[in-house]
């Protein structure tokens, strides 16, 4: 009897999938196959292996699996584990959550190509030369190669024809063109559908053939020519009769027995020509060895080299939290612990001193950040510690350097793990500790299917494998602390810095009296001023945190009232003047910003708002000495920026660092001595119920990069609302007192930690039918709230986002599980809906 295999695909809307396994074919769980799907050939994961088809699947409808890939699991047992409670829990195809498990180059699908047949060559060669014909343009394009995916037939037909009638209309009666990039997607998208339909009649004429292509294996890893000597060349007497060059290269040759690289030869003179010739005469092997591209080598050494010394001893509070997590990790059991340290108090040196601890047992350790930006400075901490026994895993790596990071702790080359969400799936050997530092931070969920929180699946992971998990932060998520409160999680403390050093004075400026007193465009208060001014005169180091990148937040007309909207988004474009464009920060979409009013013509705009480039030319302006420099998703896109720029700030080479959150949270420069914080209150005004407590958070942790040297820090808090408890607790920098507030309204609000959250967002060309959408789902699902509510439909806060218009529906409760399931079977009874349905378990934004 033929065995059988359920197997999960990297596709949306697809669940598990069964084939029958060839004779011959050992398949196991966690391997990788090529299985048909559709009409298409696709890499999947093994799930598991059977004797029989499940209940419910036609024996005539299965078919075999085309190519094993391993003979052993690709993905070990516990990641392939890890990943299905992924997909359990937050509602998402196993096959999506193991493909981010997986390393690049893991999966690879058939691709359709266009191939001409003979009758179709010849109507090609009779047709004319002139274009304009969708079809013959088609034609003449594959008579010239031996077939085509369509897309490539979209560019080479596309742009030299003229727009179909269907395209003027969908761009008609626009006022103001879109951006570029924005048309020319448009422009692809209707020449794809129309390319489409020609394809499907010109296949039906035969005149095209249109196939499933495999593309041909190649190797993921990186390898390099190296030349070997042979044991005849390592012969003085091989000499005889060959040239200086080719005498040089074995000279070289034998001096090293592993083999020198060609590359290096070549810088020697030594051309690949030479040691062909060589290899010919049979004196030098020439082979191919692998490189592993090591994501430290740009600036590991660097980073080291701004790095502080490890301190010689620990606080007396320290040695208590040390002492305590040392013996949690010593008992192999799973554990979570929330350390719950202010700001500088040296929560980094107890987890470094803990890995070694694990390490020293023979069990590895998983360190979670929430940024790349913080990733190269602890990786290199941990490097100082461990040596090449460490890697990283994060987004910010090119696919080679994370293909290669991911096989090295495959092959258990790897005691610690370094690395954003994304790492939480690394296949560590035996992990037994599991660190999660800056807990609470929002980075760790991911906001694209599947929307697993970092953190939470940490937890889940430690469960599995008997390790122990810490969570670190100085302002614990409302979630973690309600269960350290109740006893889930043990709750450790450190209430004091470093060698005893004080907190940043905090203070607060009303920002109605500045504009009351000095006009409604003031960015720096006088307060901020002066202390820049002070800093600077002193030479020390300052941060100014304003969490919106771009110069303006708006453009209007002060004739009209009309403003610069993105044409996909409900928002207004935000002004970058170095660009001269506004762009939408959710689709990307850009335009170059208008001499007049696209709607009235006015000359008249006016920019309203202001973001970090505004802040940084104000104070490039106002201390034209002073060294400014700008760190936010504008000025980092290039490979390795924001590490260069950190080590810059940290070599003292720059004096005011100005950016978004990612320079508030995790970094230790001793030379700050003043933080700035502009508009403090820039997240109360959204519609989210955590709007308070990121606030605080964010308040609380920049605060925090002040005064981590010998002299005492200030930070200077500009807000428009300084009674706002966020604000006004994030001045005392006291989390109780904050989460005894914010706890008592979620409490009478009925909002996490209180109950569990369920967001489901419909999506459609119009609000009408999102709305629609919507309210059949509610309505589906209110017959079985017995344990839960269903709050609904109502329009999105951002109501249109990428060309959809969107509704939404939220679940509360306390049954997850029977949340969960209502929904899905909602949603699996109707098909069409649920492929316009966006789930997210336990929502960190309800936008």
Known sequence: MRRHVTVAVPVPGIDRLTYRVPGGLAPVRGARVLVPVGGRTMTGCVLDVVDEPPAGVPAG???????????????????????????????????????AAAPPFAWTASRRHVVLTDTGRERAAREPHAGGDLARDLLRALASSRGLPPATLVARVGRHRPRSDEERRASAGQRQAPA????GDERASATLREVERALKRLEREGLVRIEDVLPAPATTFKTRAVAVATVAGLDPCADAGLTPRQRE????????????????????????????RLERHGLVRLARERVERDPFEETAAETADHAPPFPDALTDEQEVALARLSALAGARRFHVTLLHGVTGSGKTEVYRRLAALVRDQGRSVLILVPEIALTPRVAALFRRTFGDRVAIQHSGLSDGERHDQWHRIRRGEVDVVVGTRSAVFAPLHQPGLVIVDEEHDTSYKQEETPRYHGRDVAIVRARDVHA?????????????????????????TLTRRVLDRPLADVRVVNMREEYAERGPDVVLSGALEQALADRLAARDQAIVLLNRRGYASAVFCRQCGATLDCPNCSVSLTLHRAAHRARCHYCDHATPVPAACTACGGPWLEYVGFGTERVEAEIAARFPEARVTRVDRDTIRRRGEITRVLNRFAAREIDVLVGTQMIAKGHDFPAVTLVGVISADIGLGLADFRAAERTFQLLTQVAGRAGRGDRPGMAIIQTLFPDHYSIRHARTQEYRAFFEEEAGFRRAMWYPPSVALVSAIVRAPAMLDALAGAGELARALRPQARTFRVLGPAPAPLGKLRGDHRAQIFLKGTARRAMREAL??????????????????????VL
Do not use: H
């Open 61 to 99: 409808t299965v078919k075999d699996i085309r190519e094993l890939l391993d003979d052993e699991p690709f993905l070990p047992r516990e990641v392939v584990d890890l990943a299905l409670w992924v997909a359990d829990y937050y509602m998402c195809g196993a096959g999506e959550a193991l493909a």
């Open 180 to 183: 570029p990039s924005r048309e």
């Open 249 to 276: 290269a074995l000279a070289a040759l034998r001096g090293v027995p592993t083999g020198l690289p060609a590359r290096t030869l070549a810088a020697r003179g030594v051309s690949a020509d030479v040691l062909k």
């Open 468 to 492: 122990l998990v810490v969570l670190g932060s100085a302002t614990p998520a409302l979630e973690t602390y309600q269960n350290a409160l109740s006893g889930r999680y043990e709750c450790l």
């Open 824 to 845: 899905a079977a909602a949603l699996a009874s109707r098909p069409d809906l649920a492929r316009r349905t966006t789930v997210d378990v336990d929502p960190l934004s």
